[in-house]
């Protein structure tokens, strides 16, 4: 009886609460209050909700009324008092304040805000959670994953990353010996894009003598930038590149590129003088004079064949109007211009094409071919004839082509030359088997019967009257030849 006397006083005095300390942030009471002030920031919200319904409280009486108001001020203090007794004593959780607030409360009321408190407290759980989540996968990853986010990388690692496609940030080298190691190893990396964006990064970041005089002595890096400076048009630095390096004919030729840019023709005549003092070599010098030279002539050609086309004063400009200016065309264009508009004109002219050819020393098959193509667009053909004459020390006639016949059998075809015209250079192609292709080609029918003829292939001379027309005058001249051999 002693014994459980005993255990009934310990029940009674014993407790599961703890003292409560201003240390403890954690404890009901606080919760409590948390959980209180929760409530009555959701009834405002509560409430506002449905004002244009009328809204019943537990006794009966309209919400919102005077009487209601009265009731729920006089009742709010000591509700709110014995909410929290009791809450303490059961030793519940803060939803145990509950059921005090709802008899003056509207049925409404109480769900909405059991919704709306429960929600408040799934949301708080939810963004609790959320850290643990987002945190959790962190703790799982790789241990070289960490280097990602500490941003410890060696420029091996970077170089590796980048060529795997990831994003880097190189600001954190800083030192010079650590973005030389960089640019080793991209250069031992063999990937040209990593390689160009390491030295875009240098060049940003040190200082011209510097990069220069590291690039000296790797040959490999130096190219990608030069390459890149000039893709890029970078040609102070460029120039100053250059200069360092003592390449004092890739300065010349790097200035030279710059008359592309020019767009006034004056100008761009004036910079091509400029650039004859420049250090080229013996070569490039004679190139370079021969350009200026040609400026000027195309200078002079194209005020006054736009005079004659605007006056009228020429028929062949009349005839053949011009379709583009002759202003800073190659020389090859400007001697075909000059062989289709000032043919016939003296060689003291600038405009003739003996003059441009004597100039420019312009080789014998490349004026002729070009010769060709003008007078047979122009269907000159007398013109084509005595570009091939030539007179021997007897005052024989000959005809020769530097290019070959066969050349010149075909440009005429292309230009819808007449069959008679083709033949008679067809004839004069040396080599039989070729004589034959190009006569069977184009039709040259007498040029076949007469080849077949100086054979003595009276085989392929019979095959040969199948094609040719009933009756023709081909017809009747194979039938002669082979007449005439049976006879013999």
């Not at 405002?44 to 909700?49: F, L, M, N, P, S």
């Not at 509207?106 to 769900?111: M, R, V």
């Not at 960089?182 to 875009?200: K, P, R, Y």
């Not at 370079?288 to 005020?303: G, M």
Request: charged share 30%; proline share 2%; hydrophobic share 35%.
């Amino acid at each position: 009886m002693s014994r459980a006397r005993a255990d009934e006083e310990e029940y009674w005095h014993s407790s599961k609460f703890r003292a409560f300390t201003f240390d403890d942030e954690d404890d009901e009471l606080s919760q409590l209050k948390e959980s209180k002030r929760a409530v009555n920031s959701l009834r405002d919200i509560v409430d506002d909700d449905d004002d244009d319904l009328e809204r019943v409280s537990w006794s009966g009486e309209p919400v919102g009324s005077i009487s209601w108001s009265i009731k729920e001020t006089a009742s709010s203090s000591t509700s709110s008092l014995e909410s929290r007794d009791s809450s303490l004593q059961k030793g519940s959780s803060s939803y145990a304040a509950f059921p005090k607030q709802v008899s003056s409360y509207s049925l409404s009321s109480l769900f909405k805000g059991f919704l709306c408190v429960t929600q408040f407290c799934l949301s708080l759980s939810a963004l609790s959670d959320t850290g643990v989540k987002n945190y959790a996968p962190e703790l799982r990853r790789p241990k070289a994953e960490y280097k990602d986010y500490n941003n410890d990388w060696s420029p091996k690692d970077t170089v590796r990353r980048m060529q795997r496609g990831k994003v880097c940030s190189l600001e954190r080298f800083r030192s010079l010996q650590d973005k030389l190691v960089l640019l080793d190893e991209a250069v031992a990396g063999h990937d040209g894009n990593i390689i160009t964006a390491v030295l875009i990064f240098l060049k940003r970041t040190l200082r011209r003598e510097i990069l220069f005089r590291e690039l000296e002595v790797r040959q490999v890096a130096l190219c990608h930038l030069i390459h890149f400076l000039k893709e890029t048009g970078e040609q102070k630095l460029l120039l100053d590149l250059l200069r360092f390096l003592d390449r004092t004919e890739e300065v010349a030729l790097s200035q030279y590129r710059e008359h592309l840019n020019i767009q006034d023709v004056e100008k761009r005549r004036e910079f091509l003088k400029g650039c004859i003092g420049l250090p080229f070599s013996a070569e490039d010098t004679s190139h370079i004079q021969d350009h200026y030279t040609l400026l000027e002539r195309q200078i002079i050609i194209e005020a006054n064949d736009q005079h004659l086309e605007t006056a009228g004063q020429s028929e062949i400009f009349r005839k053949y109007p011009r379709k583009a200016s002759i202003l800073n065309m190659p020389l090859v264009t400007t001697l075909f211009y000059s062989c289709f508009y000032h043919y016939t004109e003296a060689e003291g002219t600038f405009s003739s094409p003996t003059n441009l050819k004597k100039t420019f020393k312009i080789p014998d098959k490349q004026y002729v071919l070009t010769a060709l193509a003008a007078r047979a667009k122009l269907r000159a053909w007398d013109d084509v004839d005595a570009l091939f004459t030539t007179k021997n020390w007897l005052g024989y006639t000959k005809k020769k082509a530097p290019i070959g016949f066969h050349r010149v059998v075909e440009i005429l075809q292309r230009n819808s030359a007449p069959v008679q015209v083709l033949q008679e250079y067809v004839r004069l192609v040396e080599d039989v088997e070729t004589r034959l292709n190009l006569a069977t080609k184009y039709k040259c029918h007498d040029v076949v019967i007469e080849t077949y003829r100086d054979l003595k292939d009276r085989i392929q001379l019979t095959a040969y009257k199948c094609k040719v027309e009933r009756g023709s005058a081909e017809e009747e001249k194979i039938n002669s030849i082979l007449s005439n051999t049976v006879r013999n």
